[in-house]
């Protein structure tokens, strides 16, 4: 047949299929119809009317097998036979709506939980990032995790044959460096340099508007004549006006034309640099002299089709040793190549394991959990399903009508679960505050829907099978006497409900200890000394709107600033910095007078902070040794410096740093010597840092006023801006951050993790008890006759419930045992997300082991205490 | 899903080619063409009567005839049938395909 008339034909059969109904009565009145003209030829022949009509329906044959047959050419068997079944199926739903309701409660809440979870695991590490080709795209960093010089780039681009280009972005673009004035509110933005070819290398193309031209890439790093918008600020800033592209603005008091605006899919900041938004991009021209000099390029590159990462790696670590020693006067350059997209999310696969596992085992419990339900209401079933056998349902008939039964629940499980993966992916996906990467893109997509029609449809099959199976092995077998008295046939019954339930408390303290682990750890990780007080604290960017011409201006504007602040009432302490702890990096190589460095022993590289007199106390960082820095230490005055222990230690061992000499920076005293602060993370130790007094030099890029106060420091920041405005009336009112604030983005992928774990794990507990708590309240309702005959005979209701208890907690410590000892094995997967403790700790353990016990126990005694109020008289008499 | 087989005892097919020859003839209810295979035939072929109604959907189902209600001789309502121009193509190559058929068959048995 064409395909023309084939897909005629399928749209008629649709439409026949839809109104069924009606096509099915006008084929028994034709056949009506039929039978009806042959009984009067019949009649007309001679033949009485009954007779006639007999032999009509004779001739004729079997009506409802001929309409039957008839019908089937418009719709299959087995689907008439799967309408009937749902029918039934909906039609048994609504008699047991209490048993329904929960069971699409708890399948929804599952298959919620997993699809949420699937959606952010497709987001961060099944689709491909955003870009063209991106199985090509490498990372290269310079050893480790830095960035390299700008010449080291360019030598290394035109000397490499592995990839077809390399670009790259400044990895120290800092939030909110350039200011927007002129048209509207004034504005601190976030821009990225990028080298001329960074969009081309990624294959993105401005939605509207152009890229850079080779000539404005020529221009000088701080004043760009051409920038590319980003789609979110575009549409924050412009309303999405498609007019701005070409038009001029002023940032930092110079005129930048918009040339482009990037398309929304581009991301920059959720791929590249989760958590600070990026509001433009701006041409980098490396032959400018004055652009920042040290490691400041991050670079990716595009491998040659053929070439492997192996290859492109031997390559690039060759050509690294030839560049160091042919450029001794550069910072070495020692390539590292990862592929972008293990670069990108390589961080957060380890908790999304940990995630997507704990939500397998979710499912699993919930799976055994309404598996044990429907075991539970077999009884009732046990006869209409004995009754249909006996009509001649074939065992196979009887299997599909349960299981249909079992996934249409879950289905409507799912509906319930993809509304709250729909809700969860949203909330997700808003939740800026987290520093994860493309946590932005997460939303239920088609592979998502895919994946929650995949996990309703196994799971309703999961826990239907067994009800199914039991049932049709016991109705074909034992047939309808039975039923009435479950007395004895529960024996096997019994024994299936009881590994479930053992099963369910096993998965649970898997995931009870995995949870409580993560937690501990949390709680390690917020008990680390920071290093800094971060209660109190907070930051303000007070980078000034005019040009800082020389060091009187800068220290006159530092002095007023300062003076200024502190006399805001509530005002403890202020200080300026120019970079935020567990925020903002930079790092140089420093060496102390009459010490010898080379390759085997090369300079410690401290991070370098510039620190106005006022900030330790501002941010809470205790002075060890020496002094602070004071109003007194100026560009006219002995140039000094303060450093912390661990530099201290590294330069000077077991001597006294202060009056030492650094060679670095045209040579500092050292005067005093701090504790150590993290800022990279709270897990991880400071290393070295250096403080150099910000009146003694002009090399930062930000100015954050830090101060610290008595009373909440939200309630300070209108009084401070307006204590601020006689010195700078141009002072942007945005980016006021608490430390507080900082130190919760740090730990935000950790808080993350804990949560939804530990919500998991709730979850999988209360299933737990609930099913222990069906099943021992169930073998109660069994044995009332019997626990009635016990009473009459002097049992006593202690001995009862203890007896009842016993049999409750003896369920739990199997499964507890069994749970105990997957865990310590399952534990170990956990590795780098522990921290503070081991994957072994006796404390978890036994916490979450007695946890589960009392939880158990309680869910058992209400059983028990029930059982042992029953009236043997009222026990006796029924049944 | 592809076309319907019927399970008359005829030869497969020939149940929905004799239906849609004598459909050649006009617009005919379920009973008419029953009637009219039975008399063409001489009796001889006897369809069980009910079977050409699993056979008539199938035909509609695969847009070879059209049936629309209308109103008997004796004044009931009744289904009448009508070949469609896919219907009549189909009829050519199935009596076409017949031919060669029973063509072959009868070679080989000898009849011919």
Redesign the interface.
């Known amino acids: 047949?064409r395909a023309g008339?084939r897909w005629?034909?399928f749209r008629?059969?649709l439409r026949?299929w839809l109104d069924h109904s009606q096509r099915n009565r006008?084929?028994w009145?034709?056949?009506e119809?039929?039978i009806?003209?042959?009984t009067?030829e019949l009649a007309a022949q001679g033949m009485s009317e009954p007779n006639a009509r007999a032999a009509a329906h004779r001739?004729?044959?079997?009506?409802t097998?001929?309409?039957e047959?008839?019908?089937?050419?418009?719709i299959?068997r087995w689907m008439s036979d799967l309408v009937q079944d749902l029918r039934y199926s909906f039609r048994g739903m609504r008699r047991d709506a209490g048993f329904t309701a929960f069971t699409i409660l708890i399948a929804g809440l599952g298959i919620g939980a997993g699809s949420t979870v699937f959606s952010m695991v497709n987001a961060l590490l099944l689709r491909p990032l955003p870009f063209r080709d991106p199985g090509r795209l490498v990372w290269i960093s310079n050893g480790g995790n830095f960035a390299a010089q700008t010449e080291q780039y360019s030598d290394l681009r035109e000397l490499n044959r592995s990839f077809s280009d390399l670009a790259g972005w400044s990895g120290f673009y800092i939030p909110g460096d350039r200011q927007l004035t002129g048209a509207g509110e004034p504005e601190r933005l976030t821009s990225v340099p990028v080298t001329g070819n960074f969009f081309s290398l990624l294959g993105v193309e401005p939605a509207i508007g152009r890229s850079f031209t080779a000539e404005e890439c020529q221009g000088k790093y701080s004043a760009p004549t051409a920038m590319l918008l980003s789609y979110s600020f575009w549409r924050r800033r412009f309303d999405s006006d498609p007019s701005v592209v070409g038009r001029k603005l002023t940032l930092n008091n110079h005129t930048v034309t918009i040339v482009g605006l990037m398309p929304a899919s581009f991301d920059f900041a959720s791929v590249l640099a989760p958590g600070t938004p990026v509001d433009i991009f701006i041409p980098w021209p490396l032959n400018d002299k004055t652009k920042p000099a040290g490691n400041t390029m991050k670079i990716i590159g595009r491998l040659k089709p053929g070439t492997t990462l192996q290859g492109a790696q031997a390559e690039l670590t060759a050509l690294g040793k030839q560049l160091n020693s042919q450029h001794p006067e550069r910072n070495p350059v020692v390539p590292r190549l990862v592929p972008l997209d293990r670069h990108v999310s390589g961080s957060v696969s380890p908790a999304l394991f940990v995630l997507a596992c704990a939500v397998g085992v979710v499912m699993l419990i919930v799976c055994a959990n309404l598996s044990n339900l429907q075991l539970a209401r077999l009884g009732t079933r046990q006869k209409e399903m004995a009754l249909r056998a006996a009509l001649g349902a074939g065992r196979s008939r009887l299997l599909r009508q349960m299981l249909t039964e079992s996934v249409a629940l879950s289905c409507c499980g799912a509906v319930l679960g993809l509304a709250l993966a729909m809700a969860g992916t949203r909330e997700l996906a808003h939740l800026h505050a987290f520093n994860l990467p493309l946590l932005e893109s997460v939303r239920i997509d088609g592979s998502a829907l895919l994946f929650t029609l995949l996990a309703a449809v196994t799971s309703g099959v999961l826990f239907g099978l067994l009800p199914a199976l039991q049932v049709t092995v016991r109705s074909l077998r034992e047939g309808i006497q039975d039923a009435s008295r479950g007395s004895s046939g529960g024996k096997r019954h019994a024994w299936v409900r009881d590994g479930l339930v053992v099963s369910e408390l096993a998965f649970a303290c898997i995931l009870l200890v995995g949870a409580g682990l993560l937690i501990r750890s949390f709680l390690r990780v917020l008990d680390v000394n920071l290093g800094f007080q971060p209660e109190r604290a907070a930051a303000l960017r007070i980078n000034p709107s005019f040009r800082i011409s020389g060091f009187a201006q800068q220290n006159s504007f530092i002095d007023e600033v300062l003076r200024r602040t502190r006399s805001v009432p509530g005002i403890l302490a202020a200080g300026i910095t120019d970079m935020l702890p567990l925020r903002d990096d930079r790092s140089w190589a420093v060496s102390a007078v009459g010490q010898v460095y080379g390759k085997s022993h090369p300079p410690p590289e401290p991070f370098i902070r510039v620190v106005s007199d006022g900030y330790f106390e501002a941010a809470g960082i205790p002075l060890r040794l020496g002094r602070e820095f004071t109003e007194r230490d100026r560009a006219s005055s002995e140039r000094v410096v303060v450093i912390n222990e661990t530099l201290a230690r590294t330069l000077w061992p077991a001597q006294n740093p202060v009056g030492q000499t650094i060679t670095t920076d045209g040579g500092r005293k050292v005067v005093g010597v701090v504790a150590d602060v993290r800022h990279e993370a709270l897990e991880k130790a400071g290393g070295p840092e250096m403080y150099l007094p910000m009146r003694q030099t002009a090399d930062y890029a930000a100015m954050q006023l830090v101060v610290r106060t008595a009373l909440p420091p939200d309630s300070l920041a209108a009084g401070i801006r307006t204590a601020l405005r006689p010195v700078d009336p141009n002072l942007p009112v945005r980016e006021f951050v608490t430390f507080q604030d900082l130190v919760d983005r740090a730990v935000s992928p950790r808080r993350f993790l804990v949560l939804l774990l530990a919500g998991f794990a709730a979850f999988a507990l209360i299933l737990a008890s609930l099913g222990i708590y069906a099943v021992i309240s169930y073998s109660v309702s069994q044995r009332v006759q019997e626990i009635g005959i016990r009473i009459a005979l002097g049992a006593s209701a202690t001995d009862l419930q203890s007896r009842i208890l016993l049999r409750t907690v003896g369920l739990a410590a199997v499964g507890l045992a069994l749970g105990m000892t997957a865990s310590r094995v399952l534990s170990t997967a956990l590795g780098n997300l522990l921290f503070g403790v081991t994957s072994g700790d006796p404390i978890t353990f036994i916490l979450m082991g007695t946890l589960l016990i009392a939880v158990a126990a309680v869910a058992g005694y209400i059983p028990a205490w029930r059982a042992s109020r029953v009236d043997p008289m009222i026990a006796l008499r029924s049944n | 899903m592809g076309v319907e087989k019927p399970k008359a005892d005829l030869l497969p097919g020939t149940l929905d080619m004799l239906v849609l020859k004598i459909l050649m003839r006009g617009h005919l209810h379920g009973y008419a063409i029953a009637q009219l295979i039975q008399q063409l035939s001489d009796d001889l072929l006897r369809v069980e009567e009910g079977s050409l109604y699993p056979a008539l959907q199938r035909l509609e189902l695969n847009g070879w005839i059209e049936g629309e209600w209308g109103l008997s001789a004796n004044n009931r309502r009744a289904r009448f049938y009508k070949l469609t121009p896919d219907g009549r193509k189909h009829l050519a190559e199935q009596s076409a395909r017949y031919r060669q058929v029973t063509g072959a068959v009868a070679r080989i048995m000898g009849f011919a």
């Open positions: 047949m008339s005629k034909c008629r059969r026949y006008l084929l009145e034709e056949m119809f039929h009806e003209s042959m009067q001739k004729f044959g079997n009506m097998q001929k309409s047959e008839a019908r089937s050419t418009w299959a």
